[in-house]
């Protein structure tokens, strides 16, 4: 299998982290996770469809959020690893270091997923009162903010009141997530819909990089987001999705979520690829060609 023969100072369920010093450098693998599992099966291309759809928002979002990127391009890697560049081409950012928030900023401008079951039981969605009549994938009034923890690989995220937030970072630190994060999504809602997709929910991760708050990590991918096809897009059914929703439905029809997970079918692994593909496509604009990376 196609790697980096040095270890990395930290891992994610898709990420490798290098530490450089001041700088990291962030290598998005092929590995794809489901309900707190690794999935023994890969995904062709979705490490370069992570890195690339990230740098296309980075890029897009300059101006509303500073970013903390400073490279995709192999010429500029750390010279212990261009002997990976051929694997590295595309997956890779080089980004600067920032101390980061404890928390995930997660936006919802849509009822879905474990938003809809808590409102269907309380009218609420995590501890948001909303108006009554929504029903599975309505469009919200307005987008919600609605932080959660950072777990650990095998643990839950917790949602956490902004109230929560507020004791965990302070008001002035919790509003500027919570603004920031509204600030984003909706910037980045606008041009998805114009695109013909929308951004039904999404995470972003904060970090302080000297006096200022920048975004970091991955941004508004197929992994911390849940994208839904425009045209198709009919309030009070599950939509259709970009993301890997796909491999999620497919485990939830074959699985009964004891023991590890199932080995994927070709079929299915090839299917979320070209779905991966697809939003990075249809959102840039842009023909998904590696070899241009």
């Given at each position: 299998m196609a790697g980096i023969d040095i270890t990395p100072d930290a891992q994610g369920k898709v990420r490798d982290l290098y530490d450089l010093g001041d700088r990291l450098l962030l290598v998005a693998t092929d590995r794809i996770s489901a309900f707190d599992y690794i999935l023994e099966d890969e995904i062709p291309h979705k490490g370069q469809v992570l890195t690339q759809l990230s740098k296309f928002w980075f890029n897009l979002l300059d101006g509303?959020?500073?970013?903390?990127?400073?490279?995709?391009?192999?010429?500029?890697?750390?010279?212990?690893?261009?002997?990976?560049?051929?694997?590295?081409?595309?997956?890779?950012?080089?980004?600067?270091?920032?101390?980061m928030f404890p928390a995930e900023c997660i936006v919802r401008g849509y009822l879905a997923?474990?938003?809809?079951?808590?409102?269907?039981?309380?009218?609420?969605?995590?501890?948001?009162a909303l108006p009554e009549g929504l029903v599975n994938s309505s469009k919200l009034p307005e987008p919600i903010f609605t932080?959660?923890?950072k777990a650990e690989i095998g643990d839950h995220d917790e949602n956490i009141s902004f109230e929560r937030l507020v004791e965990i970072l302070g008001e002035e630190d919790a509003t500027a997530l919570r603004d920031l994060a509204l600030k984003v999504y909706t910037t980045a809602a606008d041009h998805a819909a114009a695109r013909g997709v929308i951004i039904a929910d999404t995470k972003f991760e904060f970090g302080r990089l000297g006096d200022t708050i920048i975004l970091?990590?991955?941004?508004?991918?197929?992994?911390?987001?849940?994208?839904?096809?425009?045209?198709?897009?009919?309030?009070?059914?599950?939509?259709?999705?970009f993301d890997k929703q796909f491999v999620r439905d497919w485990l939830t029809a074959n699985w009964d979520k004891t023991g590890n997970p199932p080995r994927l079918p070709q079929d299915i692994i090839d299917?979320?690829?070209?779905?991966?593909?697809?939003?990075?496509?249809?959102?840039?604009g842009q023909k998904f060609d590696p070899a241009t990376f």
């Open positions: 509303v959020v500073e970013n903390h990127l400073i490279s995709t391009d192999v010429a500029d890697l750390p010279e212990q690893f261009q002997p990976y560049a051929d694997y590295l081409r595309g997956r890779f950012m080089l980004v600067r270091k920032a101390d997923g474990s938003g809809l079951k808590e409102y269907n039981r309380e009218g609420t969605v995590c501890g948001i932080p959660s923890t970091a990590d991955e941004v508004l991918t197929p992994d911390s987001s849940r994208f839904w096809p425009g045209d198709t897009y009919e309030e009070g059914a599950d939509q259709p999705s299917a979320t690829s070209a779905k991966y593909i697809q939003a990075f496509e249809t959102i840039t």
